[in-house]
């Protein structure tokens, strides 16, 4: 169960997907949808003068877009959830820190994961801002009005989380901090992390098997994004038996 009202608006140009969307979201008793919009003219227009948790948007819509619409708001208070039919925008989504993305049509299920997803950042968000301090071996991360060091070498990979990320110190535990990939990407020691992905940065010497599509870590398996993939197969040939 969610653990506070969440407000939200919906965008899409199919008055169809509204309604179903709308009736998704009016199984969640923590939801409130308070306005929804056929465009992203006048969502940007609204959201202007008036501030959500959430905005929904499709992508493909006459006019402005979905992606133009988050790129005019970015970096936004509110987080962005895609809803959408056609898979192949998901990088560019994610660029803009989208916090999830639902292909259409959207299960029940789906929508389920993404709200708990929505849940849990909304939740970080309100603890305020974390700082990072890296040192030549580890970081000191601010947990809970404390900060916590975490050492290089028990670091599993790192993910984004919106505009926050999750260092991944095993399977299942982690810790999320206020800060963004790129400046992870440019702070951790390259020679011991490399990014793989949008989401992903991981620990070389946690890397267990590399595939054409995936980084194995553990009982995880990470894509590799299409930007990345000569980057990690360097990793392959300057460390494989010849």
Known sequence: MLSKLIRCILIDDEPLALEVL???????????VVT???????????LNNNSVDVVFTDINMPGISGLELVKHQYPAPHAVIFTTAHPNYAADAFEFEALDYLLKP?????????????????????GGEDTVSLKPDFVFIKVDGQHQKVN???IHYIEAFADYVKIWTSNDKRIVTLQTMRNMEQSLPAEQFVRIHRSYIVAKNKIEAIQNNAVVIGSKQLPVGK????????????????
């Open 22 to 32: 709308k009736a998704h979201l009016a199984n969640h008793d923590n939801i409130e």
């Open 36 to 46: 929804t919009f056929s465009n992203g003219g006048d969502a940007i227009t609204w």
């Open 106 to 126: 959207i299960s029940p299920e789906r929508l389920d994961k993404a709200l708990k997803r929505l849940d849990e950042y909304l939740q970080m968000k309100k």
């Open 152 to 154: 290089y070498s028990d």
């Open 227 to 242: 930007n990345y993939k000569e980057l990690v197969q360097s990793i392959v040939h300057q460390t494989r038996l010849r």
